[in-house]
């Protein structure tokens, strides 16, 4: 399994991104629960977002409710992260994730990881 995120960049505060994840696999996307991750400069890696298999589950981090949406498309084998009234505070490098076997992912349990985007979102 290979994850590869796009769509990282430099935003004035108040502005918007959209991050893609793209699976590569033989094995099915549908298969795996999704999550959107991110580590900012020294600090601990966090959860931002999960999403199910069908995407009828969501979870978010309390300081990304009501800004963030996750969603998944499975025919394009790709999760998304639209990311609305950026702060400074959410700048950092962002992870996607993938766990099997149903169950939502975390940074001790993903089992794949992708390479990461850098947001960065100036005052």
């Known amino acids: 399994v290979q994850l590869v995120e796009s769509g990282g960049g430099l935003v004035q505060a108040g502005g918007s991104l959209r991050l893609s994840c793209e699976f590569f696999?033989?094995?099915?996307?549908?298969?795996?629960?999704m999550g959107w991750f991110r580590r900012a400069q020294g600090q601990q890696r966090e959860s931002v977002a999960t999403?199910?298999?069908?995407?009828?589950?969501?979870e978010y981090a309390d300081s990304v409710k009501g800004r963030f949406t996750i969603s998944r498309d499975n025919a394009k084998n790709t999760v998304y992260l639209q990311m609305n009234s950026l702060k400074p505070e959410d700048t950092a490098v962002y992870y996607c994730?993938?766990?099997?076997?149903?169950?939502?992912?975390?940074?001790?349990?993903?089992?794949?990881w992708g390479q990461g985007t850098q947001v960065t979102v100036s005052s």
């Open positions: 994730a993938a766990k099997s076997l149903g169950i939502m992912p975390t940074s001790e349990n993903a089992d794949y």
């Open positions: 696999s033989e094995r099915r996307f549908v298969s795996y629960t």
């Open positions: 999403i199910s298999w069908l995407g009828t589950n969501t």
